[in-house]
């Protein structure tokens, strides 16, 4: 019997993987997200994985998401920061580093299996605390994703994974390292954008390589970012890894294999060769840090004369 996915529909069940769905779940109800819990977690996780981020109001400009530091701030402030100022913080696969979230993380997949009736594999259960008003820019994720809102509310928007919205070339480009999960976005899209405000108690899930961006409301976000692959999802992102490879080498334009077994399982094939051999350059994630939290700023912020 689930005791964490409370609403899984039948409807779920059919949109699953092909559209954007949501569902229901009661982790929202534990008090393992107050600001006490949070501040104990923040303490507990080691600081040098800890993703911090601040970034501008327009959805448009992506580059404005940059990196930062939290210095020797407690817990504690690091969430009176959150509350006050324009930070996102990421603590990716919390799973691997704090006993009682490893547990967690089980649970929930095992759960999430049995609603998706499929197996699923590399599992990171991240934790996302993120101030009033800020947002994550329209990017794709080559991996699954499910987002468990915890407490406050944000504005989901899942656009079709179709070319208009992300090129194969896109994908490709993604998958061979070549770029960041962020591009191009236009507001014209969100006329075709499935939109959902994302309650505590609910979550979001949405087809592999659908762009997303997402927009806090006016307070705190707690969320869980729950990430994983299926067996197709790691075909499907090696067959493109292959048709980006012959796209850049041969200058062909590949076709997605969708429905043709043999040629997804060839090309998938070819991908795990292609990568033993694979030499070009790959494109380096920015690490420096562009600013420091500081209580005392606004925003929380305060950007470095230059990136350290
Ligand atoms: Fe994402």
Redesign the pocket.
Known sequence: MSSLITKWSQQNKVDYGKRPLTALHNLHKSNNYDDEHLAKLLEAYPRDKLGIHTMGQNPEDWTTFVGGDAGDLSGEELVQAVKKGRIWLNLRAVNDDIDEYAELCDEMFNEVESCIDRKTFKHDLGVLISSPNVQ?FY???ISL?LLWQLRGIKKVRIYPNSSEFAPDETIEGIILKETE?EFEFKPEFDKHAFEVDLEPGMFASWPQFAP?RIENQNMLNVSL?VEYVTLQAILQANMLYTNGYLRRRFGVNPVRETSNAVKLWSKAALARLLKLNRCEQRFQNDLRSYFKIDLSEENCVRFYDKPQ
Do not use: F, G, P, Q
Request: hydrophobic residues 25%; aromatic residues 0%.
């Open positions: 994550v990017h794709l994720d994703s999960e997303h970012s």
